[in-house]
């Protein structure tokens, strides 16, 4: 499938749009590529891009004062990405956005979407829709930061979203989760999903 | 001559002061004391190297911010000139991560000692987001067509894409000489904690 189509479907699936929508917001895209471990966007700037993930996987992360980085958020086909709250607040990001493996993309800019949600209300329900599931998944995950153990983190994570331990390097999913490497590779080994 | 797509360059320069941004950002949260200490007598501090690249981006990024005023529009191709080439190599660390031509500072961008750290570490980072701001600009614009003079003589000007090229192989050569006087620092002192080092030795360098 073309990349177009895939965001297509994609958004289809929030927020069907009309055939004239549609072909504007599909125009607002360009294709990306980079290597894996390019930084996108550094601690500082403020996002100017919104991706939508063809191929390829992605995290935002923050380094803490004890030099540890903190893994924020994963990406992944097929899945909007970059600094979320950077991008629509247009204010600094405290995370870096970088690629883990080689990515391809589509993305836009920040003044190109808001043009169309200007003058198309369909098209701003379908940001502010993207914008509340995402949401929804950030105050979840605080809910599990702040109240789970490790080992109910762990059975959270990979029930949610069991594929991630395929495609993820163990040491980014610890991270993630906020747990040492040590205890993620322990769990892995004695806990029966 | 090897010719570049110009936003190719531009991204990739971008990227690799993203990643020097981060590098920076490890560095920030050692030990000031550490940041402050010479890794041997007459060698510079991590505060006097920042410094130094400080002084470099004092020039640069108003001469930079001025050629790209008068710039044409966008061209799509970008090919260096031999001079930008010349410079660019002989700043440029090799790929092993290793720097081959040692070179001394020239006398006016040599920094002081007894730095406080804490604003050279501010204004590191403010050139850094100013930079990332031209180069993004500058994809608006013909990179190949204006001139920026170097510091060292007005009279040898380079294309606007290769001052950046140059200026970001700058940095990346005093990152890896921060790298090791961290290093020998450690090693020398026994004093300060043992971290896994904070800069990428082999960095991924996307345009060479």
């Not at chain 1, 927020?15 to 895209?29: G, Y």
């Not at chain 1, 990405?81 to 950077?86: E, I, L, T």
């Not at chain 2, 720097?99 to 604003?119: E, R, S, Y």
Request: charged share 25%; proline share 6%.
């Amino acid at each position: 499938m073309e990349p177009i189509d895939q965001l297509h479907q994609f958004i289809f699936a929030i927020q069907p749009l009309k055939d004239e929508e549609w072909q504007l917001f599909s125009a607002i895209w360009q294709p990306f590529e980079c290597k894996r471990k390019t930084i996108l966007t550094a601690a500082g700037e403020t996002e100017k891009h919104l991706y939508f993930v063809i191929e390829g996987l992605q995290r935002a992360f923050y380094v803490g004062d004890d030099q540890k980085e903190a893994t924020i958020v994963f990406t992944y086909p097929p899945s909007f990405s970059g600094v979320a709250d950077s991008f629509l607040t247009q204010t600094p990001s405290k995370c870096f956005f970088e690629t883990l493996t080689t990515s391809r993309f589509l993305r836009t800019s920040h003044r190109q979407l808001e043009e169309l949600m200007n003058k198309y209300p369909a098209v701003q329900h379908l940001v502010l829709r993207l914008t509340a599931f995402a949401l929804k998944g950030v105050l979840e995950r605080q809910i599990e930061i702040q109240c789970f153990s490790a080992e109910e983190k762990f059975r959270a994570l990979l029930k949610r979203s069991p594929h991630v331990l395929q495609i993820i390097p163990h040491k980014y999913l610890a991270s993630y989760l906020g747990i040492d490497p040590a205890t993620f590779s322990k769990l892995l080994g004695t806990v029966r999903l | 001559m090897k010719s570049y797509k110009s936003n190719d360059l531009l991204e990739g320069l971008q990227a690799d002061i993203r990643q020097l941004v981060l590098d920076a950002t490890y560095l920030q949260k050692e030990d000031p004391e550490l940041l402050l200490t010479a890794p041997a007598p007459g060698k510079w501090s991590v505060a006097q190297i920042l410094e130094h690249l400080n002084g470099y981006g004092r020039y640069y990024i108003p001469a930079i911010e001025k050629s790209l005023q008068s710039a044409k529009p966008h061209k799509e191709k970008f090919t260096p000139g031999w001079l930008g080439n010349y410079f660019t190599k002989i700043m440029k660390p090799g790929a092993d991560g290793k720097i081959a031509n040692k070179m001394n500072a020239p006398k006016n961008h040599q920094p002081a000692a007894g730095l406080d750290i804490k604003p050279v570490m501010d204004i590191f980072f403010e050139q850094q987001q100013r930079l990332l701001d031209l180069l993004e600009k500058a994809k608006q614009k013909d990179i190949g067509a204006i001139k920026t003079p170097v510091s060292i003589s007005r009279f040898i000007k380079l294309k606007v894409g290769d001052t950046f090229r140059f200026f970001v192989a700058h940095e990346q050569r005093h990152f890896l000489q921060i790298a090791n006087a961290i290093d020998e620092i450690k090693k020398t002192t026994g004093k300060f904690r043992s971290t896994p080092p904070v800069i990428q030795r082999s960095p991924v360098f996307l345009y060479d």
